[in-house]
């Protein structure tokens, strides 16, 4: 009681001093009271058989159904193999990227050159998803800039995006082209924190550009770089299914077909409404154990975690 009692005190005595923080929060506090924590009452339609005549409260419940018609089906181990190999191949090779982009910035002493990068490699990451889902079509089609490349190195050319073995390439590269100037910002930001007499001391000692990236750059942003891949690891399973359903096509299925993707295709598209609920539901219960089990790592390991 007491305990209760002087946490009040507490909050009402920071909440006189910092009243005008608390109402700019106030915006932010009802987004997300509206659009994240309310909604999440319509996720027991996963345990219902969902009719819009009847509405949630009418509908009848089937409890697990779902989820077990979805672990026995054979759709089950594609999407899930589908969702991880998209999801560790992005972890492997779009992860990295942003962080080699600002280190090599980061090297770079020309200012000109420098603000030349950074707004190239910027640009991709504004574009709608749309048209660069268009430009990649068009690209990998069989008379585009790539193959007409190919050819001319003596290759066949193919429509790439009909071939379900390079989907995940196609998909993986473009990912890396679109968002690596963007992801680098934060990265450029945590390198601007790091102190520059350690760099000046380390140069006076000898030491190579090599050598303070390993011994100084590194160290100085590796809580960034835990706290991001904590975040990575929570949606490891949430690719997102916009450009997924923009590239891919019945033939690349195998190979392309996400959970999320699958979750458009049965939810809106066969109006499965349940079902999907119940696909989704998993996932996020997914997501959620990877975010907590990554952070538990990395507050063991890194002494840097999200809480």
């Known amino acids: ?37 309310v909604p999440m ?12 005549m009847k509405g949630i409260l009418g509908s009848d419940w089937v409890g697990l159904k779902h989820f077990a018609d979805f672990f026995n089906s054979y759709y089950f181990w594609r999407i899930l193999k589908n969702t991880l190999l998209i999801s560790l191949y992005s972890l492997l090779f779009e992860f990295p990227a942003p962080i080699i982009l600002a280190l090599l910035i980061n090297e770079v002493r020309g200012r000109a050159f420098k603000r030349a990068v950074q707004t190239i490699t910027y640009m991709p990451y504004f574009i709608s998803l749309v048209v660069i889902c268009g430009i990649i079509t068009d690209f990998t089609n069989a008379d585009g800039l ?42 450029i930001a945590a390198l601007m924190s790091i102190d520059q007499e350690q760099y000046e001391a380390a140069r006076m000692d000898g030491a190579s550009r090599l050598k303070q990236i390993v011994y100084i750059t590194l160290p100085g942003i590796m809580p960034t770089i835990a706290i991001m891949l904590i975040l ?18 019945p033939i690349t299925y195998e190979t392309a077909d996400v959970i999320s993707s699958f979750v458009y295709r049965k939810g809106l598209l066969e109006f499965g409404w349940s079902y999907s609920s119940a696909v989704g539901l998993f996932n996020s219960v997914i997501n959620l154990v990877l975010l907590v089990t990554a952070n538990a790592i990395s507050r063991r390991v890194s002494k840097s975690s999200l809480w």
């Open 1 to 37: 009681m007491a305990n209760s009692q002087t946490f009040k005190h507490r909050f009402v005595r920071d909440f006189l001093l910092n009243k005008y923080l608390y109402l700019m929060m106030l915006p932010v506090l009802v987004y997300y009271i509206v659009f994240h924590y």
């Open 232 to 249: 990575r690891m929570g949606n490891l399973l949430n690719v997102g299914f916009e450009k997924i359903i923009l590239l891919y096509n």
């Open 146 to 187: 790539i193959n007409q490349i190919f050819v001319w190195l003596g290759y066949d050319g193919q429509a790439m995006l009909q071939k379900p073995g390079l989907f995940r390439p196609i998909y993986i590269l473009s990912e890396i082209w679109q968002r690596i100037g963007w992801e680098s910002i934060i990265y």
């Open 41 to 52: 009452y319509g996720a027991v339609i996963a345990f219902k058989n969902y009719s819009p």
